[in-house]
């Protein structure tokens, strides 16, 4: 007599496709065959920023309806105890329930499962109101057992999001597990790592770890940088808006092995020594920060692609002043190396200072033969915007290519730029060219 155990597969996904979550939670758990069918269910791909797919299926829990609730671990504990094809988890956890949240996030660690990549978003104090029997002892407990049953989960990739209220003896310190596999870290609003209850901890599992990629977000590494040695470091991010261009360089002197380099950060009067960073290819950062670094001498041999970011954050901020992105274009002009110039010509554009400031230096950019130009966050590209941008590409006197990334229904914009700039060969949408359209 058939049953769900020796059911085929074809069968079972078709019956599973009418079951609620907490009915195919209850029918995961009868077998270990049974679990690995239903929990395909409910794993999605794992998509980066720009919503490719990747090869690793993920499993998110908390936070908005596409998301599974935390009463589903117990499914996915059974399908960890064999073979699963989960490589990517995502925990959001509530201020509501962030302690018991954390308990089932720690006993699915227990399971001694390799994960690729793991992401943990803790609640931000303030956004919503604690709960009354909320404990700042308790929950930094409950983070303590939860990371240290990080070393079991071996995971390539870890993305700590958010800093809930902690509290700790005083003097105490987190002996937490040794961790060395990591090749990607993100500390994103994550204050309680850098505590001194866990920066040790934390700085231990990023020196000991083979670490290629590296992002601070808005964390306080002011007194980590000096003694933070990464010597596999490739990719580097800091965005930290109270940290001074000064308290980095040192940091970049000591890292020959980068090759991508995302700042934003306070601009003084800090200079690359020589020699600094002979690997870099590719940088991003605002107008003056650029031109610092790109000023140092002896410095940036290979660099072949510059970013100026635009507006800081989403909210009225003013473009930097035109004579600047002048200079910056002047410190460009000393590195032949570069051929690749990502500018932020709407925001240039909003007024028509941009194209009657004096002097002009794009005639010295003879290297340049890409212009990337991306929509802004803030500033609608209206007709007039538009055709300035048009004239701004002109005073370039070798770009080859112009790329609208971002950017919809372009294509008479495209045709627009052609007309006006005919040595162009290519004009790309995103990864479409548009320059035959």
């Known amino acids: 007599m058939p049953t769900l155990i020796n059911l085929p597969n074809e069968l079972l996904f078709l019956i599973f496709q009418d079951l609620d979550l907490p009915s195919l939670i209850a029918v995961s758990c009868l077998c270990k065959r049974i679990n690995a069918v239903a929990l395909a269910q409910f794993i999605s791909p794992h998509t980066n920023f720009y919503g490719i797919r990747l090869t690793t299926p993920s499993l ?4 908005s309806e596409s998301r599974l609730a935390f009463n589903s671990i117990a499914a996915l504990r059974l399908s960890f105890s064999s073979k699963c094809p989960v490589g990517f988890l995502s925990f959001q956890f509530s201020q509501e329930e962030c302690l018991k949240e954390m308990e089932q996030v720690t006993r699915l660690f227990k399971t001694q499962r390799v994960l690729q990549s793991l992401s943990l978003h803790f609640p ?4 919503s109101e604690e709960p009354v029997s909320y404990s700042p002892t308790a929950c930094c407990a409950s ?6 049953h990080l070393r ?5 990739t870890l993305n700590i999001n958010n800093a809930p209220e902690v509290e700790y003896p005083e003097g105490a310190k987190f002996h937490g597990p040794i961790v060395n596999t990591l090749k990607d870290v993100t ?5 309680f790592m850098f505590t001194d209850f866990f920066r040790d901890w934390t700085l231990n599992i990023m020196m000991l770890s083979p670490l290629t990629q590296v992002s601070f977000v808005d964390v306080d ?16 991010n800091i965005r930290c808006l109270d940290l001074h261009l000064s308290h980095v360089t040192p940091f970049l002197s000591r890292h020959p092995t980068i090759g991508i380099l995302m700042l934003r950060v306070i601009t003084d009067d800090a200079f690359l020594i020589p020699d600094s960073l002979p690997e870099l290819i590719d940088i991003s950062s605002t107008v003056e920060c650029l031109s610092r670094l790109l000023s140092s001498p002896d410095s940036l041999p290979q660099l072949r692609r510059v970013v100026c970011y635009g507006s800081v954050i989403l909210s009225t901020v003013p473009p930097p002043p035109a004579s600047a992105v002048q200079i910056l274009f002047q410190n460009i002009a000393l590195h032949d190396s570069i051929d690749t110039l990502d500018l932020p010509l709407v925001e240039f554009n909003v007024s028509d200072e941009w194209l009657s400031v004096t002097p002009r230096y794009e005639h010295l950019l003879t290297g340049i033969t890409k212009l990337c130009i991306n929509p802004s966050m803030t500033v609608r590209a209206e007709s007039v915007v ?10 370039f006197p070798r770009v080859e290519t112009v790329r609208l990334f ?25 990864i479409t060219d548009i320059s035959i359209i």
């Open 60 to 63: 998110r829990f908390g936070g």
């Open 124 to 127: 931000m104090p303030g956004l």
């Open 143 to 148: 983070i303590c057992s939860l990371l240290c």
């Open 152 to 156: 079991p989960v071996r995971c390539l």
């Open 187 to 191: 500390l994103s609003r994550a204050h």
């Open 221 to 236: 590494i002011r007194d980590v940088l000096p003694s933070l040695s990464l010597p596999a470091l490739k990719q580097l």
């Open 386 to 395: 538009r055709q300035r941008i048009i004239e701004s590409i002109v005073l």
């Open 406 to 430: 971002g950017w919809s229904r372009c294509e008479e914009f495209a045709r627009s730029i052609k007309a006006a700039c005919p040595r162009l060969q290519k004009i790309v949408s995103d």
